[in-house]
């Protein structure tokens, strides 16, 4: 295994971090614990996490996933100061969650408490802002008229910016976190919480996660660039397209308990003709380079220049050991070659 600085922290993490939000719906507290071993032996020591997992997220599983993984923490504690653990306060939309009400820096150390109390830990190593208060070009608004950037009020979305970041340093200096992060944000927004924290004296942010997949690649190159030259570590998310790019969905195929099954929140907006055609591409060249569609993907994940640990998730251990597998392997200039030239053919296709 691989390891590689996080951001501009003093953490070393694998290059694959380990997903879990399908822990309390798609898996139980055992399926979580063999998931949590079969990494620890493979060398993955980050976790990544959110106070709304699982998903899809509803009022009667909310925090489950943490409940899940404090539990086992409980039960070994001695692997506590082996794992990097990251966790996300939830933004406004879910009615459940404070209401429904965007993060302020009161609500944000509140969640986070709650975070603590499910972790059953005195620390998490980075916490991240879920989303931002704002509408922004994801899950499927990434389209000329979805979003306008006009909309944006710009002094009112800074001073809420600016009242969070409040709140994530009081949290640093009381211990409660040790890093802080983004997720699913933008340049403007990592540009804005940058030049605050120089403002405020506040530490900059470490990492990004944001959605990142041969199906979904609008982040390259100038986002990851942006993160690169001020030492963010990006972690895609979804690097499978919610499964999309294990080929067990072509032809309308809905395999048992597979995530498709259940009701997504924002609905099964990837599933696109051209989603479909680029998959299936993907799948005969996986076949002709003696790996899997999945191994395929994430392996074309793990060697995007200013990718730095790649989240994977799975249902089983068969899959996990599959998806694990891929950072083993390496894509031969032939192999790239062929891939490059099915994503310039479908470079969006949701």
Known sequence: MRYVELGNSELKVSEVCLGTMTWGIQNTQA?????????????????????????????????????????????????????VIMSKVAGSGLDYIREGTPVTAKSLIAALDASLKRLQTDAIDVYQLHWPGRKTPHFDKHWPGTVSPLDINTAQETDAMR????????????????????????????????????EMNVPAPVSIQNEFSLLHAKDWPYLIEMCAAEHIAYLPWSPLATGMLSGKYVNGARPAGSRWTFVQRHGLFRDTDLAQQATQAYMKIARDAGMTPSQLALCWCRQVPGVTSTIIGATSLTQLEENIGAFTQTLTPS????????????PLPF
């Not at 409040?166 to 540009?191: C, E, F, Q, Y």
């Open 31 to 83: 399926d979580a614990d063999a998931q949590l071993d079969m990494a620890l032996e493979h060398g993955i020591n980050i976790i990544d996490t959110a106070e709304m997992y699982p998903v899809p997220p509803n009022k009667e599983t909310y925090g489950d996933t943490e409940r899940i993984i404090g539990n086992w923490l409980r039960r070994h504690p001695d692997k506590r100061s082996e794992v």
């Open 163 to 198: 009242d969070i970041l409040s709140g994530l340093n009081n949290a640093i200096n009381d211990g409660k976190i040790r890093h802080w992060g983004l997720s699913n944000d933008t340049p403007w927004g990592i540009h804005t919480f940058l030049s605050l924290c120089r």
């Open 335 to 346: 192999t790239l070659q062929q891939i490059g030239d099915v994503l310039k053919r479908y």
